[in-house]
Every structure is written in C-alpha cells, then in structure tokens.
C-alpha cells in the first residue's frame, strides 16, 4: 500500500477529479492537507511513503508562519518542503523514509533551491500542473515516485 | 441703493418675509418627513423582519438622535417664522446689542435695529442648512446601510458580546439569540461569511484566554448555535464558501487544543467528542446541499482529529443511502486508514482497533451488497482486511460476525443485515 500525502488548496476544484483518481488505486492509501499549517502537523505525526506538494499554498491558522504572511509571502508549500527536508532526523522524523514530489503552477526554472541542499529534490520529481492533464499522467507520476 | 445681497435679507418681501418663512417651514417639515421615511420605506422593503428587529433594538439610538434634532429644528423654525415671534425676537436683540455697534456696509449704514434682523437672518440660515445638510447625509448613510446591514449588526453584537465578557465572563442571552436569528437568516455567500468572520472573532479571542469551563460552554454554545446553524438550519441558505468558513472555525477551535510532541492534540475526550459532533453535521449539511467537495473535506478532518469513527461512517452511510459514492468512497478510505494506522501504532488489536475495523466493514459491506461495481470495489477492500487481519492471526469473517452484533446492537438493522450478506457471501 502506496501511503500519499497531497498537499494542495485547490482540491475541491480543479483537481478533484485527479483527487478521486487517487482513491480509485488499489494500492493507494491517500490523504490530502489543503494548508501549510495542516500539512505540518500531519507530517509530524504520521509517515507517508510519498509527500506530494504544491508550491503555492495558504499558510493556514497557526502563529508560527505570521512573519511570513507579514510579508505577503506566498509560497508556503515551498518553505514547507524545505522545514521537512531540514528537519529529517528531528520533528520530521516520521519521514525519514518518505519521497517528495512537487505539482505546481510554477515552472522547476522558478525554484532552483528545490534542487540543492536540504532538499536536492531530483528533476524528474518535478511536475508542472499544466503538464498533466489526465488523471493516469498524475498516478504515473506518483508511482514513479513511489518506486524510486 | 442697498446692495442685491442685502436687499435679499433686509427686504420684507426678502428672506424673512412671512410667505417666505410660511414657505420655508413647510418645506423643512417635508423635507424631514422625506429624509425619514424613503430609508424606512427601503428597510421595510428589502429587510427580513427579524433583521429589522434586531437592527431597530440595536441602532434606535442612530435614528432616534437625529430625529429629535431635526424635529427641534423644524420647530424653531415654525417659532420664528411666526410675525408675532420674530418682532419680539427682534426687539430682544434690539436691547442687548449697543449703540456703539452701529456700522456701514457697502456704502449702507446698519443702526442696533438692522443688526438685530441680520442676527435672526443668520439664525434662519443656520437653521435650513443644518436641516438639509444632515437630512442629505442621513439619507446618503441609510443607503449604504441597507447594503451592509447584516455586517454592521453582526459587528455591533460581537462588540457587544466581548465587552460584556471582558467585564463578566459571560456574553449576554440576548446576544446568542440574536446570533442564532442572524445565522438563520441571512443570505448565502458573503453576506453570510461576513457574519461568521464576526463570529470567529469572537471565537478566537475566547480561545486566547486562559482556559476555562466557561470559555469552553460559550465556545460550544457559539459554535453550536451559530457557527454551525449558519449551514445546518433547515430552512436557512448556505453555499460552499460559507461551508468552508465554518470548516475553518472548527478547525481553529481544533488547532487550539495542545499538542503533543507528535504533533496530534491532546484535547480531553468530551471536546473531541464535541468537535468531531460539529465537523459530522457540517458534513451532513454539505451532503444534503451536494456540496461533495466540503463532504469529502469534513471526513478528512475527522481522520486528521482522530475523531469517533463513528461520525465518518454516519457521513458515508448517508452518502451511500444518497448515491453519493464520491463521498462513500472517501469515507471507507479514512477507516481503513484509521483501522490501520491504529493497529501500527499498538501493534496489535484491541478493542479500540476492533471498533475501527466494525464501521470500516459496515461501509464494505453496504457496497457490496448492492452488487455491481460497488462490490467489485468492496472487494478489494475486504482483500485488504483479509491481510491485514491474518498478520495479527485473525480471521476476516470473525471480524465481520461480531461487525454483525455490533451493528445489531446499535439497532442499525440495515447495516447489521447488510454485513451478514457479507459474511455468508464472502468476495
């Protein structure tokens, strides 16, 4: 069982259809998280095998993003992946294991630090949103992922 | 020869001759009654009765205050413009201003007598402008509040409410009624977000104080009696906007509760119970406005809160009974999770786990006992269970047989039934 966390605030619209795709699969066991402040705390507490974020997300309710959202930061979904990736071996721990991916809006060219150190997150890790557009192309790449 | 400007006031067919002043008064109290009345008119109108009601207790002080200074006005008015009046005036002023005050003026000199006049004139003026001016603004104000008058009540309430609990730790009756009408009322959409953004105000200053059985029966109340009215009343209006705000209080009330190292909350079992309670109606309301996507949102949360997995099998049971299988499908996914999860973090099933895995196999079992696709999907899932149950040295189908006296015991007869064909006509 492929235990998937997605991470995205546009699941309700635009990728519900890919959403239910998801739960379709035999072997997926997935979860969603529509903010940084959700996904957080759930990357905390439970370990997935593959973590798949948007770029640009919602910080959420909680107080620790507020320095951020003073100044009109919007890429929670990349500052998060970069928090996991720093913090492997300490409150991030549960996932240790896991592999991340990233389907966003943005282009891999936009976000070069992705691709260094802490998260050295490989090229083909990388989805653009407007790539995809059938759900087989999502799950194909989530597999991928999955057996890397 | 007088200047036209002087002519105009020191002339008695001029400004204060008696038909102009007849004239002038009528004209005021028209005027007046105009001001007052179009905004009334357009409140009656367009306002819900209760909105009214509660806008009338709230704001009367508005309109009570300015339609005693317009009547005060227009009857100063009607006083001076009466001959009899004006002359005594004039022959008071007459008396105090002295003699040494005698001026000239564009080449025309003013005697005591001239100045007296001037000095009423500009009393008359003063008068009419501040009639006009303020009737022109109190009408101009009632426009725009009749756009936005849910907003301001709603505001002025939770104003109200946050006084009172700053000074008495309690939040007055007749302000959770009026919350309770307004969640009841109110349109769907921004109108309505615009009253839970003021309920959430509310909530969150609550919740940053130090906790308290009171702070928390007043939360509750809140949540219960507005928050979540807003969109499970039945003969109120919601849309999936407000569905989602109401899914983000709940989830600030549920951020609040202290974590653990781990990161889940450590909340005591009857809040949770409580949550979880509110997080399932939200769902129901969703379900029933076909708003899936706040559906299969609510069973997420119910997951991430560790919440009684009794509330998403209830969200997926009805789902199911509805033909919704999108949220069916979710519902299954988070208790065989759960069931899962739980199991992996003991190591073993106890009877915690067993309730977990009963209301996983209740949702199998309604699925496939319709047949079809429906139980080509329950079939894998009871694949699942099979393994899952072999690595703890168990059996499927004794699961399933005490799945069947749980759900007995429950009188949920159809879900009891449902699991029995299961169990005798295993996939």
């Known amino acids: 069982m492929i235990k998937i966390l997605w991470i995205d605030d546009n699941l309700d619209h635009d990728l519900t259809e890919k959403r239910m795709a998801l739960y379709m699969e ?5 979860h969603f ?8 705390y759930r990357l905390r507490s439970e370990s997935f095998n593959v973590v798949i974020f948007d770029l640009r997300l919602p910080a959420g309710a909680d107080d620790m993003w507020n320095d951020l959202r003073a100044q009109d930061y919007g890429k929670f979904g990349a500052k998060l992946i970069s928090m996991v990736s720093n913090g492997l071996e300490d409150e991030f721990r549960q996932q240790a294991g896991s592999r991340f991916g990233v389907f966003s809006i943005e282009a891999p060219e936009e976000n070069p630090e992705l691709f260094e150190p802490p998260v050295s997150l490989p090229k083909d890790r990388f989805m653009k949103k407007t790539d995809v557009y059938y759900e087989e192309d999502f ?9 890397a | 020869m007088m200047h036209p400007v002087l002519l105009f006031f020191f002339n008695d067919d001029g400004f204060l001759g008696n038909e102009w002043l007849a004239s002038a008064v009528s004209l005021a109290i028209t005027y007046v009654v105009f001001v007052m009345g179009i905004p009334s008119l357009i409140f009656q109108t367009f306002i819900p009765e209760a909105l009214r009601n509660i806008y009338n207790e709230r704001f009367s002080d508005q309109w009570r205050n300015f339609f005693g200074v317009q009547l005060i006005l227009a009857v100063a008015l009607f006083i001076i413009s009466n001959i009899k009046v004006y002359q005594f005036l004039s022959g008071a002023l007459r008396q105090i201003i002295p003699d040494w005050l005698n001026f000239k003026l564009f080449g025309t000199a003013f005697t005591a ?15 009419i402008i501040r009639i006009v001016k303020s009737g022109f603004k109190y009408l101009i104000k009632n426009f725009q509040t009749t756009r936005n008058i849910a907003h301001q009540i709603a505001e002025k309430i939770a104003e109200n409410a946050l006084r009172q609990f700053k000074l008495t730790q309690t939040i007055d ?7 309770s009408t307004l969640a009841k009322e109110l349109k769907p959409g921004q109108i309505k977000n615009q009253f839970l953004e003021e309920c959430e105000k509310v909530i969150e200053y609550l919740l940053n104080q130090p906790p308290s059985t009171t702070n928390s029966k007043i939360i509750n109340r809140l949540l219960e009696e507005t928050v979540c009215l807003s969109i499970t ?6 849309n999936h906007e407000n569905r989602r705000k109401v899914l983000q209080i709940l989830n600030l009330v549920n951020g609040h509760f202290p974590r653990n190292p781990n990161g889940y909350t450590t909340a005591n079992g009857y809040d949770k119970t409580l949550i979880g309670y509110y997080f399932k109606k939200v769902g129901v309301a969703a379900m029933n406005h076909d708003d899936t996507a706040s559906a299969i949102e609510v069973i997420e949360q119910l997951y991430t809160i560790d919440a009684d997995p009794k ?6 049971n009805q789902a199911f009974k509805s033909n919704n299988h999108k949220i069916t499908i979710a519902a299954i996914h988070k208790l065989k999770s759960k069931s899962i999860n739980s199991i992996q973090q003991v190591n073993k099933i106890t009877p915690k786990e067993k309730r977990m895995i009963y209301n996983w196999i209740g949702l199998m079992a309604k699925m496939y006992q319709r047949g079809g696709s429906s139980a080509s999907y329950a079939g894998r899932h009871w694949n699942d269970l099979k393994q899952l149950s072999a690595t703890f040295q168990l059996h499927a189908a004794d699961l399933a047989a005490e799945a069947y006296q749980f759900f007995f015991r429950l ?10 064909y299961l169990e005798q006509n295993q996939p």
Not at chain 2, 173 to 179: G, W
């Open chain 1, 139 to 147: 799950i194909s790449f989530i597999r991928k992922i999955a057996a």
């Open chain 2, 233 to 238: 009343y039945d003969g109120g209006q919601s």
């Open chain 1, 26 to 30: 035999p072997d997926f066991d997935p």
């Open chain 2, 173 to 179: 009756e007749k302000d959770f009624e009026d919350l």
């Open chain 2, 311 to 316: 509330e998403i099998f209830f969200i997926g």
């Open chain 2, 113 to 127: 007598d001239d100045i007296a006049e001037g000095v009423i004139a500009l009393a008359v003026t003063v008068i």
């Open chain 2, 411 to 420: 009188t949920d007869f159809e879900t009891a039934d449902a699991v029995r």
């Open chain 1, 33 to 40: 998280a529509r903010d940084a402040t959700e996904a957080y």
